[in-house]
């Protein structure tokens, strides 16, 4: 699927994106600009919840799951108890972090993250959530 | 020594008796001169009275005669004086120079012919008030002239010669009988002296025979005690004497049974040098620990000096010559020495000075202990402890890896996004410099920041040996620039505290090789206890002489069965993925080693807290 295809369908929707780190936050948030309608960028699991009820509700998640404060996985708990999102993505360098056969996201992804693996990531989403 | 006295000296005995005979000899001669002398003059004397007392005899009774001129009468008077053997003649001469009278009758009748007796008879008016007569020795005789006077009118005088031969001969005869009896005297005197001299001679020379003997090994032999009171008081004291070194012989002889017992039990050499001729007494023992019998080598103090290592040789001679300075002070000092079979042993080698009263070393004495299995034993624990340390510095590394992929893992997920942004553009045609440009310097600020970390490992690494000057609060800074990402991607603080307020010289890297395992172990611990909230903390607390340190976390703390043993080496809490059980042995091996200091644990409420003290020492 190439780039425009998925711009297609995802220049709708709107994203949440979650990671403590400010040098990887912000060029992830500028490069989901590229494709979504609108980007909401958080520090940790506590701020990603505050803004997902006041700006929400995002069709999708893409998260960090070690954070300070509250991590990826308690706020994709949180999240899912009161709505359901099209398509939750979480991301880490560690592994073993995360069980990935648990329902409770749609795709895991190994950081750092490949210029692939992104477009993967989203055609898997435009291809499963969105046809 | 006493064959040498003897062969120069006369005996007690000869010397006494020579110095007796001649003081007696001495006295008898001067009392014999003087007795001799004191004969003579009062012989001399009695004679010439007794010539006088004759004189006057005759004189009074020749008056009467003379004067009636009866000569038949004087010769009846000097007829008398005939029976004293010892006159000569005796004379009767009237004032015209007549002999009227004579004991011999043929010079009756003839006038007198000597000057001497003609001079008299012309003065005798001068000699009839003074003194009437002249008395003169000659020869042995001695001649008396009298005068002979009636109311003091000289009427004639007496001519008397005695003979003194004989008696002169009788006092010759006396003086030698005198010297004849003293002579005996002294003799008997001499013998008694010498007798009685003998008898103590001969107790001393038995005296001496007895010491002899004991001398030659007879050591029961006992001094004789009868005898002269003051002998056998000197052999008793003399025995008595011998039972006081009897007994202090028994106790020297256990002392030295007692030494040589303690001395062999020990398996030490002993060794004694003397400082004036240089030559020192090795027992066979020393001997033996260098493989060598008692006569292979001399006692001289080349036979050790040449055998010590080169190495270790002037030290020691300086702990030797250090130890002649000072009375009191020990020597001990340890060296290397060769054995026989060309190894090298080693030796603890300790003694004592000692001086005389000028305080000048005279003599050292010493004892030599191989030490050679407590120094091989020493080397393979060294050799061990350094094995552990290369392995604990293994280890280190390993974990160091999994603390950089931490530290690396954002960073690097950073940069790969902004490419992905970058790409991105490229691929929807909308790239642009100014993004370009912006991407880049994000993605270099972002290799730099990797780098940094890099040195900080690196320096980690590098094998400091010297001290640097830090505060223990840049140190756990450090600390916290390499640990800090894994800590926080566990969720676990970590919180810094300390009063320092200035620098002290320290080997930092490897009180951060500590720090870092005191952070980590609590990182661990907190961890397998799962707790959300975890913290540490880093209390560094500035004392006047110390410093300390504290690593407090809220792991759980440690069982009270294994805190004791959390310091042995290879003992370990933590699966055997993760523990190693060399870290907290290593840190406790560095700080007591390195820092002189001590590192303690203690449970708390909420888990453990460590506590370094090390010594301030400033530079």
Excluded at chain 2, 212 to 240: C, S, V
Excluded at chain 2, 511 to 522: G, R
């Amino acid at each position: 699927m190439d780039i425009k295809t998925i711009l297609d369908k995802t220049s709708s929707l709107r994203i949440l994106v979650v990671d403590d780190e400010q040098i990887i936050r912000e060029p992830m948030c500028e490069f989901m600009k590229k494709f979504f309608a609108e980007v909401v960028c958080a520090e940790n699991g506590q701020d990603a919840l505050k803004k997902y009820h006041e700006n929400g509700p995002f069709e999708v998640i893409f998260t960090d799951v070690r954070m300070p404060k509250m991590t990826g996985l308690e706020l994709i708990q949180k999240i899912k108890s009161v709505s359901t999102p099209l398509f939750i993505a979480v991301a880490s360098g560690e592994a073993s972090d995360v069980n990935k056969n648990t329902d409770d996201y749609d795709m895991f992804i190994d950081k750092p993250i490949h210029f692939n693996t992104m477009l993967e990531m989203l055609t898997i989403m435009v291809e499963t959530k969105l046809s | 020594m006493v064959h040498f006295v003897n062969s120069f000296r006369l005996s007690f005995r000869d010397q006494l008796m020579y110095g007796l005979g001649f003081i007696i000899i001495f006295f008898l001669s001067l009392f014999l001169y003087n007795e001799t002398k004191r004969i003579n003059e009062n012989t001399r004397i009695r004679a010439i009275q007794e010539a006088s007392e004759h004189s006057q005899a005759l004189a009074s009774m020749a008056k009467t005669w003379t004067m009636s001129n009866d000569y038949a009468g004087l010769e009846e008077v000097l007829d008398n004086f005939s029976i004293y053997n010892d006159l000569v003649f005796a004379t009767v001469i009237n004032l015209d120079g007549k002999i009227i009278a004579h004991t011999s009758k043929e010079f009756l009748g003839m006038y007198i012919s000597d000057t001497f007796t003609i001079t008299f008879l012309k003065q005798l008016n001068d000699y009839t008030n003074n003194n009437p007569e002249i008395i003169w020795k000659h020869g042995h005789y001695i001649d008396v002239l009298r005068v002979i006077h009636e109311n003091k009118i000289p009427i004639g005088m007496v001519h008397l010669r005695f003979n003194e031969h004989s008696r002169e001969e009788q006092i010759d005869k006396n003086i030698q009988d005198s010297i004849g009896f003293w002579m005996v005297y002294v003799t008997i005197v001499m013998l008694l002296l010498y007798l009685s001299v003998n008898t103590i001679s001969i107790q001393l020379q038995l005296l001496l025979q007895t010491i002899k003997k004991i001398h030659m090994g007879n050591k029961n032999i006992r001094a004789d005690e009868t005898g002269y009171n003051e002998i056998a008081l000197l052999a008793h004291e003399f025995n008595t004497m011998l039972d006081a070194i009897k007994i202090n012989e028994t106790s020297l002889k256990e002392t030295k049974e007692r030494l040589e017992y303690a001395v062999n039990g020990t398996q030490d050499g002993l060794w004694d040098w003397n400082l004036q001729t240089n030559e020192v007494y090795f027992s066979p023992r020393w001997k033996e620990m260098l493989g060598y019998t008692d006569d292979e080598l001399p006692n001289i103090l080349e036979t050790w000096s040449e055998k010590v290592h080169p190495d270790d040789l002037s030290e020691a001679l300086k702990a030797v010559a250090w130890s002649h300075e000072k009375p009191g002070q020990l020597y001990e000092n340890i060296h290397r020495i060769r054995h026989k079979s060309g190894q090298w042993i080693w030796i603890l080698d300790r003694g004592q000075t000692l001086f005389d009263a000028e305080g000048k070393a005279f003599r050292m004495v010493g004892f030599h202990t191989d030490i050679t299995k407590q120094k091989e034993m020493e080397h393979e624990i060294k050799e061990q402890e350094e094995r552990m340390i290369a392995q604990s510095r293994h280890i280190a590394m390993g974990e160091m890896i999994g603390m950089i992929a931490h530290q690396w893992r954002q960073p690097i997920t950073g940069i790969a996004m902004e490419a992905n942004v970058l790409l991105l553009d490229a691929e929807l045609g909308s790239i642009d410099d100014q993004t370009i440009k912006k991407k880049s310097n994000e993605i270099l600020k972002l290799t730099q920041y990797l780098s940094k970390t890099i040195d900080d490992f690196r320096n980690f690494f590098r094998p400091k040996q010297e001290k640097d000057n830090s505060k223990i609060l840049d140190i756990l800074h450090e600390a916290q620039e390499i640990i800090g990402k894994s800590l926080d991607y566990h969720n676990i603080s970590l919180s810094i505290q300390s009063n320092e307020t200035q620098n002290i010289s320290i080997y930092s890297r490897e009180m951060l090789q500590v720090l870092l395992n005191l952070i980590k172990n609590a990182q661990e611990a907190i961890e397998q206890k799962m707790k959300v909230g975890g913290y540490i903390h880093a209390i560094v607390e500035d004392q006047n002489d110390f410093i300390l340190i504290r690593i407090s976390d809220n792991g759980g703390g440690i069982p009270d069965e294994i805190i004791k043993h959390i310091f042995e080496p290879y003992f370990s809490t933590k699966s055997k993925e993760t523990g190693t059980g060399l870290g907290l042995y290593m840190s406790k091996t560095i700080i007591e080693k390195h820092f002189f200091g001590n590192i303690d644990v203690h449970n708390t409420d909420e888990g453990v807290t460590f506590i370094i003290k090390i010594p301030k020492i400033i530079e």
